[in-house]
C-alpha cells in the first residue's frame, strides 16, 4: 500500500537499512563506502568512485558527521569495556 509509511516501524527500518549495508559491503567490499552509500546511493557512490576520487565523499558535511556518528557508536559497542563508568 503506497500510503503506509513504515520508516517509524523501528523493527522493520532497523531490518531494512541492515540488508541495505549488508547488500552496499557485497558490493563496494567496505564497509564505510556502504555507509556512505546511505547518503550517496548506490548509484551516487558508485560515480564518485568511478571518478577516482574515493576521498570526495568525507567533502560533504553532512556525510562526515553521519559516518562519524556511526563510527563513534561501532567504537563504543565493540569497545565497551573501555568506556563503563564507574559511579
Known amino acids: 500500500n503506497d500510503s503506509i509509511d513504515e520508516r517509524s516501524d523501528a523493527k522493520k527500518s532497523t531490518e531494512a537499512v541492515c540488508r541495505y549495508l549488508n547488500d ?6 567496505k564497509w564505510i563506502y556502504a555507509l556512505a552509500s546511505l547518503n550517496y546511493g548506490t548509484t551516487g557512490l558508485e560515480n564518485i568512485l568511478k571518478k577516482g576520487s574515493s576521498n570526495e565523499f568525507f ?6 558527521d553521519y559516518l562519524f556518528k556511526l563510527l563513534f557508536f561501532k567504537e563504543i559497542f ?3 569495556e ?6
Open 24 to 29: 552496499s559491503h557485497d558490493k563496494f567490499g
Open 82 to 87: 573501555l568506556y563503563e563508568t564507574r559511579q
Open 59 to 64: 567533502l560533504n558535511k553532512e556525510t562526515t
Open 78 to 80: 565493540e569497545r565497551s
